[in-house]
Structures are given as structure tokens and as C-alpha cells.
């Protein structure tokens, strides 16, 4: 049965730094894409960045480049994705969700088929002084 873990999510001054965690255990396909997407109060959800499980290709929401860095640990029955946030600003302030996409395709257009995922229960990222 597929599994999605996030941790890491808390409260941080702006130019502050996390790191999101997301376990996924128990799929079974072997080409997959992993993505972080956000969503804060009264907004729809967006993506955040994505990676592909095989190659590590990687994709970013223009918000988010130069801040955020998203990277992968393939074990054996597990795939981590992680997603290094450095920098944050106010509006980074949402509920980050892990996501996993049967999809052999890029990290981009995965990602842009958000009814093809499955989704981790959420973390709280809150930037404010």
C-alpha cells in the first residue's frame, strides 16, 4: 500500500532555512516523478518543484528557484525526496504536500497532472518574525 511521510514543516523567521522530508514506501512502478506542491490560505495548490526518481531531473516553480533545492535517496523499498528551502520569505507560508506520479514523463509535465497523484498528508511551513 502506498505511503506518503512528510516532516520537517515549522516556523521560521524570513531568510530563515528547513528541510521537507517525504518517505514513500509501497508502489510498485518503476518510473516515478516526486513533487513538492504548496498551498496557502485561500490560494489553490501549486507546485513547488518536482524530481524525477530515476534520472534526478528537476523541475521549479519560478517562485522558488535559486531558493529551493529538491533531491532524491532511492532505497531499496523507499524513495525519500527532499526539498531544501533556504531563504524563505512570507509568502513561501502554506502547507506543503508530498506527491507521487505513476508518470514516465518529465518532472514538468508530471507535475502539471496533479489528478494523477498521491498525496501525502501535508506539513505547515509558517515564515514570519
Known amino acids: 500500500q502506498l505511503q506518503l511521510v512528510e516532516s520537517g514543516g515549522g516556523l521560521v523567521q524570513p531568510g530563515g532555512s528547513l528541510r521537507l522530508s517525504c518517505a514513500a514506501s509501497g508502489f510498485t512502478w518503476d518510473y516515478s516523478v516526486l513533487g513538492w506542491f504548496r498551498q496557502a490560505p485561500g490560494k489553490e495548490r501549486e507546485v513547488v518543484s518536482c524530481?524525477?526518481?530515476?534520472?534526478?531531473?528537476?523541475?521549479?516553480a519560478d517562485s522558488v528557484k535559486g531558493r529551493f533545492t529538491i533531491s532524491r535517496d532511492n532505497a531499496k523499498n523507499t524513495i525519500t525526496v527532499y526539498l531544501q528551502m533556504n531563504s524563505l520569505k512570507p509568502e513561501d507560508t502554506a502547507i506543503y504536500y508530498c506527491a507521487v506520479f505513476p508518470l514516465m514523463t518529465t518532472p514538468a509535465v508530471a507535475c502539471a497532472r496533479q489528478q494523477y497523484g498521491s498525496w501525502g498528508q501535508g506539513t505547515q511551513v509558517t515564515v514570519s518574525s
Open positions: 524530481i524525477s526518481s530515476g534520472s534526478g531531473s528537476t523541475y521549479y
